[in-house]
T-cell receptor, first 118, second 112 residues
C-alpha cells in the first residue's frame, strides 16, 4: 500500500504556457498532499501543503498565483504552473500523507515531473 | 522555524564498511524523523523513521538513533553494498502541520 503516482513524468513547454501536473494516491485516501521542488543535486524544497476541500497553504516566497494548487478529492491534487518561464524549469515532486503502513506523518512520494520551459 | 542540518554532504566507503550520516534539528517540539533514499532521477523512498518516544530503531542493516536532548539523529548503514549508493535525506516534522523539513542530503558512494 501507499503508492503515489504523478503525471506527466516529463514535460517540455514554451515560455508563457501553463502546465498541469497531477498527483494521485492510488491505494489510500490522502487528506493532505505536499508539493516540492527539487533543483539538481539539491534538497527538497516544500512549496505548499494541499488539503482536500480547502485552499492550499503556501510556503514563504512561493507565489500562489504562479503555482495553482487544487485538491478536489481525497486521491487527487494538481499543481498548475501558470505562464511558465525558463526559471520555472525544475523537478516537481508531490507526496501524500497517510496509507495503512507507517506513522500517520509518513509521506510517500510520487515519481516526480521534470519540467523544461523553453 | 524548524531547520535541519545534515552532514556530511558526501561520503565514500568501501563495500562492507559502515556508513553514518548525522542530522541536527532546531525545533524541540519535532517528534517524527524519517530518512529517505533517492536514486538519480527517482522518487525519494522512505527507508526508516523514528518517533521521539524511542531512542533507537533498527531494520536489518539500517538503524536510526535519536538524541532528543541534543536534538540530533543519525542513520547507520552496516555492511554497505554498491546498491546502497544514492542520496540520503533526513527530515524532521513540524508538529501539527504534517510538514517535513529536509536536510541538505548526503551523497553516499559505496565502492566495490
Amino acid at each position: 500500500g501507499a503508492v503515489v503516482s504523478q503525471h506527466p513524468s516529463r514535460v517540455i513547454c514554451k515560455s508563457g504556457t501553463s502546465v498541469k501536473i497531477e498527483c494521485r494516491s492510488l491505494d489510500f485516501q490522502a487528506t493532505t498532499m505536499f508539493w516540492y521542488r527539487q533543483f539538481p543535486k539539491k534538497s527538497l524544497m516544500l512549496m505548499a501543503t494541499s488539503n482536500e476541500g480547502s485552499k492550499a497553504t503556501y510556503e514563504q516566497g512561493v507565489e500562489k498565483d504562479k503555482f495553482l494548487i487544487n485538491h478536489a478529492s481525497l486521491t487527487l491534487s494538481t499543481l498548475t504552473v501558470t505562464s511558465a518561464h525558463p526559471e520555472d524549469s525544475s523537478f516537481y515532486i508531490c507526496s501524500a500523507r497517510g496509507g495503512r503502513q507507517g506513522a500517520r506523518e509518513t509521506q510517500y512520494f510520487g515519481p516526480g515531473t521534470r519540467l523544461l520551459v523553453l | 522555524g524548524e531547520n535541519v542540518e545534515q552532514h556530511p554532504s558526501t561520503l565514500s566507503v568501501q563495500e562492507g564498511d559502515s556508513a553514518v550520516i548525522k542530522c541536527t534539528y532546531s525545533d524541540s517540539a519535532s517528534n517524527y524523523f524519517p530518512w529517505y533514499k533517492q536514486e538519480l532521477g527517482k522518487r525519494p523512498q522512505l527507508i526508516i523513521d523514528i518517533r521521539s518516544n524511542v531512542g533507537e530503531k533498527k531494520d536489518q542493516r539500517i538503524a536510526v538513533t535519536l538524541n532528543k536532548t541534543a536534538k540530533h539523529f543519525s542513520l547507520h548503514i552496516t555492511e554497505t553494498q554498491p546498491e546502497d549508493s544514492a542520496v540520503y535525506f533526513c527530515a524532521a516534522s513540524i508538529p501539527r502541520t504534517g510538514k517535513l523539513i529536509f536536510g541538505q542530503g548526503t551523497t553516499l558512494q559505496v565502492k566495490p
